[in-house]
Nanobody, 114 residues
Framework: QLVESGGGLVQPGGSLRLSCAAS????????MQWVRQAPGKGLEWVSS????????DYDETVKGRFTISRDNAKDTLYLQMNSLKTEDTAVYYC?????????RGQGTQVTVAS
């Protein structure tokens, strides 16, 4: 099970930190990712991280602004989002794996508006 939290309404330029609490599988053995879905659009990959947190990758649209991290002791995945833009507005999901989404949470809404 994956449960996201931390979304909300923020002004352009603001920051949010998303969390994803994982259970029911061996979190510390899995790549994890964040994906998002903007209104009227399909799922978009945002970022991925390897099992021990030593390597991460980002979509070009968020590189330098977002940071993915994980705490394997707490079975929790994070996404620190800085310098948010209106185009970052979407439902954000965490998912198991590097790319391709098979298992994801219910999502958390992020709205960037002034």
């Amino acid at each position: 099970q994956l449960v996201e939290s931390g979304g909300g309404l923020v002004q352009p330029g603001g920051s949010l930190r998303l969390s994803c609490a994982a259970s029911g599988f061996q979190f510390n053995l899995n790549n994890m990712q964040w994906v998002r879905q903007a209104p009227g659009k399909g799922l978009e990959w945002v970022s991925s991280i390897n099992p021990d947190g030593t390597y991460a990758d980002y979509d070009e649209t968020v590189k330098g602004r977002f940071t993915i991290s994980r705490d394997n002791a707490k079975d929790t995945l994070y996404l620190q989002m800085n310098s948010l833009k209106t185009e970052d507005t979407a439902v954000y999901y965490c998912a198991i794996g590097w790319t391709g989404v098979s298992t994801r949470g219910q999502g958390t809404q992020v709205t960037v508006a002034s």
